[in-house]
Protein backbone atom coordinates (compact mmCIF):
# COMPACT_ATOMS: atom_id res chain seq x y z
CA UNK A 1 0.00 0.00 0.00
CA UNK A 2 1.08 3.40 -0.40
CA UNK A 3 1.84 6.14 2.18
CA UNK A 4 -1.02 8.70 2.46
CA UNK A 5 -0.07 12.20 1.25
CA UNK A 6 -2.46 14.68 3.34
CA UNK A 7 -2.61 18.11 2.01
CA UNK A 8 -4.04 21.60 3.22
CA UNK A 9 -5.35 24.04 0.60
CA UNK A 10 -4.82 27.52 2.38
CA UNK A 11 -1.13 27.52 3.01
CA UNK A 12 0.47 25.20 0.63
CA UNK A 13 -1.61 25.22 -2.09
CA UNK A 14 -3.58 28.48 -1.51
CA UNK A 15 -0.25 30.72 -0.71
CA UNK A 16 -2.77 33.16 1.13
CA UNK A 17 -0.24 35.32 3.04
CA UNK A 18 1.70 36.30 -0.32
CA UNK A 19 2.22 39.31 -1.95
CA UNK A 20 0.31 39.32 -4.74
CA UNK A 21 3.35 40.47 -6.85
CA UNK A 22 5.28 37.19 -5.20
CA UNK A 23 3.35 34.99 -6.98
CA UNK A 24 4.29 34.13 -10.57
CA UNK A 25 2.31 31.38 -12.43
CA UNK A 26 -0.40 31.07 -9.95
CA UNK A 27 -4.20 32.19 -11.01
CA UNK A 28 -6.59 34.19 -8.92
CA UNK A 29 -10.15 33.44 -8.76
CA UNK A 30 -12.77 34.28 -6.39
CA UNK A 31 -15.50 31.57 -4.90
CA UNK A 32 -18.33 31.13 -2.37
CA UNK A 33 -17.90 27.90 -0.66
CA UNK A 34 -21.52 26.46 -0.01
CA UNK A 35 -21.17 25.23 3.84
CA UNK A 36 -18.67 28.53 4.86
CA UNK A 37 -19.97 30.63 7.02
CA UNK A 38 -19.32 34.17 5.30
CA UNK A 39 -20.65 35.71 2.67
CA UNK A 40 -18.00 37.46 0.97
CA UNK A 41 -16.19 35.65 -2.00
CA UNK A 42 -13.10 34.02 -1.08
CA UNK A 43 -9.63 34.39 -2.96
CA UNK A 44 -8.33 31.41 -3.94
CA UNK A 45 -4.80 31.20 -5.85
CA UNK A 46 -3.66 28.34 -7.36
CA UNK A 47 -0.57 27.25 -9.40
CA UNK A 48 -1.56 24.95 -12.28
CA UNK A 49 2.02 23.55 -12.19
CA UNK A 50 1.31 22.08 -8.69
CA UNK A 51 -1.40 20.15 -10.24
CA UNK A 52 1.09 18.31 -12.91
CA UNK A 53 3.41 18.02 -9.75
CA UNK A 54 1.04 16.49 -7.43
CA UNK A 55 -0.68 13.89 -9.82
CA UNK A 56 3.06 12.65 -10.39
CA UNK A 57 3.43 12.30 -7.13
CA UNK A 58 0.15 10.21 -7.17
CA UNK A 59 2.11 7.68 -8.49
CA UNK A 60 4.10 7.17 -5.12
CA UNK A 61 1.48 8.27 -2.73
CA UNK A 62 -2.56 8.13 -1.49
CA UNK A 63 -3.28 11.73 -2.49
CA UNK A 64 -5.94 13.05 0.35
CA UNK A 65 -7.53 16.37 1.12
CA UNK A 66 -6.58 17.50 4.68
CA UNK A 67 -8.57 20.88 4.89
CA UNK A 68 -11.00 22.50 6.05
CA UNK A 69 -12.61 22.65 2.32
CA UNK A 70 -13.33 19.02 2.70
CA UNK A 71 -15.81 18.19 -0.09
CA UNK A 72 -15.23 22.02 -1.14
CA UNK A 73 -11.65 21.54 -2.80
CA UNK A 74 -13.11 18.40 -5.20
CA UNK A 75 -15.32 21.65 -6.30
CA UNK A 76 -12.99 24.43 -6.10
CA UNK A 77 -9.37 23.26 -6.22
CA UNK A 78 -9.27 19.81 -7.72
CA UNK A 79 -10.57 20.74 -11.30
CA UNK A 80 -8.29 23.84 -11.38
CA UNK A 81 -5.61 21.76 -10.40
CA UNK A 82 -6.58 18.86 -13.12
CA UNK A 83 -6.94 16.52 -9.75
CA UNK A 84 -9.64 13.71 -9.76
CA UNK A 85 -12.38 14.00 -7.01
CA UNK A 86 -9.89 12.90 -3.97
CA UNK A 87 -11.26 11.48 -0.49
CA UNK A 88 -10.70 14.27 2.56
CA UNK A 89 -10.83 14.55 6.12
CA UNK A 90 -13.70 15.44 7.80
CA UNK A 91 -13.35 17.41 11.10
CA UNK A 92 -15.95 17.08 14.09
CA UNK A 93 -13.77 19.27 15.72
CA UNK A 94 -11.72 21.74 15.68
CA UNK A 95 -10.09 21.51 19.28
CA UNK A 96 -6.35 22.02 19.96
CA UNK A 97 -5.70 18.47 21.20
CA UNK A 98 -5.05 18.12 25.33
CA UNK A 99 -0.74 18.01 24.90
CA UNK A 100 -1.02 21.35 22.54
CA UNK A 101 -1.05 19.43 19.47
CA UNK A 102 -3.10 21.05 16.40
CA UNK A 103 -6.44 20.13 16.21
CA UNK A 104 -6.19 18.20 12.68
CA UNK A 105 -3.60 16.03 14.32
CA UNK A 106 -6.05 13.28 16.22
CA UNK A 107 -8.14 13.50 12.51
CA UNK A 108 -5.43 13.19 10.50
CA UNK A 109 -3.90 10.33 12.23
CA UNK A 110 -7.03 8.48 12.56
CA UNK A 111 -7.51 8.09 8.62
CA UNK A 112 -3.77 7.15 8.35
CA UNK A 113 -5.02 3.99 10.69
CA UNK A 114 -1.14 3.06 10.76
CA UNK A 115 0.14 3.23 7.30
CA UNK A 116 3.01 5.90 6.52
CA UNK A 117 1.73 9.29 5.63
CA UNK A 118 3.31 12.60 4.37
CA UNK A 119 1.47 15.75 6.00
CA UNK A 120 1.52 19.35 4.17
CA UNK A 121 0.26 21.86 6.30
CA UNK A 122 1.21 25.72 7.31
CA UNK A 123 0.12 24.92 10.92
CA UNK A 124 1.81 21.92 12.28
CA UNK A 125 4.87 22.50 14.19
CA UNK A 126 7.31 20.60 17.01
CA UNK A 127 4.63 19.57 19.01
CA UNK A 128 2.60 17.81 16.61
CA UNK A 129 5.90 16.10 15.36
CA UNK A 130 7.02 15.19 18.29
CA UNK A 131 3.67 13.76 19.42
CA UNK A 132 3.69 11.70 15.85
CA UNK A 133 7.67 10.49 16.68
CA UNK A 134 6.81 9.04 20.27
CA UNK A 135 3.01 7.40 19.38
CA UNK A 136 2.77 6.76 15.65
CA UNK A 137 3.75 3.10 14.69
CA UNK A 138 4.71 3.86 10.81
CA UNK A 139 7.22 6.14 9.44
CA UNK A 140 5.33 10.22 9.05
CA UNK A 141 6.67 13.16 7.43
CA UNK A 142 4.96 16.75 8.84
CA UNK A 143 5.97 19.36 6.41
CA UNK A 144 5.33 23.24 7.63
CA UNK A 145 4.32 25.16 4.37
CA UNK A 146 5.12 28.74 4.75
CA UNK A 147 1.65 30.61 3.57
CA UNK A 148 3.21 33.07 2.10
CA UNK A 149 5.00 31.03 -0.48
CA UNK A 150 3.12 27.88 -0.79
CA UNK A 151 4.57 25.22 -1.96
CA UNK A 152 7.86 25.38 -3.82
CA UNK A 153 10.43 22.71 -5.48
CA UNK A 154 12.21 21.62 -2.17
CA UNK A 155 8.64 20.77 -0.82
CA UNK A 156 7.70 18.51 -3.57
CA UNK A 157 11.55 17.08 -3.69
CA UNK A 158 11.40 16.09 0.02
CA UNK A 159 8.18 14.48 -0.46
CA UNK A 160 9.73 12.74 -3.81
CA UNK A 161 13.02 11.38 -1.54
CA UNK A 162 10.84 10.89 1.73
CA UNK A 163 8.39 8.28 -0.48
CA UNK A 164 11.54 6.93 -1.78
CA UNK A 165 13.49 6.28 2.00
CA UNK A 166 10.43 3.64 2.69
Known amino acids: MKPFLFLDIDGPLNPFAAARRHLPGYLTRAV ?15 NP ?5 LRALAGRYELVWASTWEAEAN ?7 GLPAL ?4 WPTRTAGPDGTFWKLREVVAHAAGRPFAWVDDEVGPRDRAWVDGHYPAPAA ?5 PARGLVEEDFLALEEW ?4
Do not use: C, F, K, Q
Open 142 to 146: LLRID
Open 75 to 81: THVAPEL
Open 49 to 53: AHGER
Open 163 to 166: SESL
Open 32 to 46: RPAGWAWTEPLELRL
Open 87 to 90: PYVH
